[in-house]
């Protein structure tokens, strides 16, 4: 939704539940039974990462014009899913499905120092930017949306 305010493309929100989310119906629209789903016309997309990404190339505003930084925005999406967001799951997997474990209390402090690792890893690069490259892109806006699963 986030990406398709940025662009200011009208849209219309689903809700589906938890057991909606397992009946055929919504597994037409995405085989895992998850959420989101993206729906435009005959398309159907499935993935965040991919719906952001087809929502960009498709309005102006989340990716750069120039190639070089084009490229390097797309690199920040997929490092948002493929080395941010790992860590981040593991730590609320640790805290809200293992927590009651007899073995959760040694292991949360390792979940919470490899987050730590690879926040610290993604400040520096920040550094005192104000965007992870240049400007706002899809790759800044996929990164807040990964973060954001952070707060409790």
Same mark, same amino acid.
């Given at each position: ?27 037409? !629209?995405? #085989? ?31 990716? #750069? ?12 999406? +997929? ?22 474990? #007899? ?5 949360? #402090? ?8 690879? !926040? ?15 400007? +706002? ?16």
């Amino acid at each position: 939704r986030w990406a398709l305010e940025e662009v200011g493309h009208p849209y219309e929100v689903r809700l589906v539940s938890f057991r909606a989310m397992k009946e055929p119906a919504h597994l037409a !629209l995405h #085989p895992f039974g998850q959420i989101p789903t993206y729906e435009d016309g005959d398309l159907v997309l499935f993935e965040s990462g991919a719906i952001v990404f087809h929502i960009a190339e498709r309005h102006a505003g989340l990716l #750069p014009d120039d190639a070089n930084a084009r490229a390097r925005a797309i690199t920040w999406m +997929f490092a948002a899913l493929s080395s941010v967001e790992p860590p981040i799951l593991d730590l609320v997997t640790a805290r809200f499905l293992e927590g009651e474990k #007899p073995w959760s209390k040694a292991r949360l #402090p390792l979940v919470v120092d490899r987050v730590h690792d690879r !926040l610290k890893l993604l400040s520096a690069r920040l550094a005192d930017a104000d965007w992870l490259d240049g400007g +706002f892109s899809a790759g800044g806006l996929v990164i807040v949306w990964v973060l954001l699963r952070l707060e409790p």
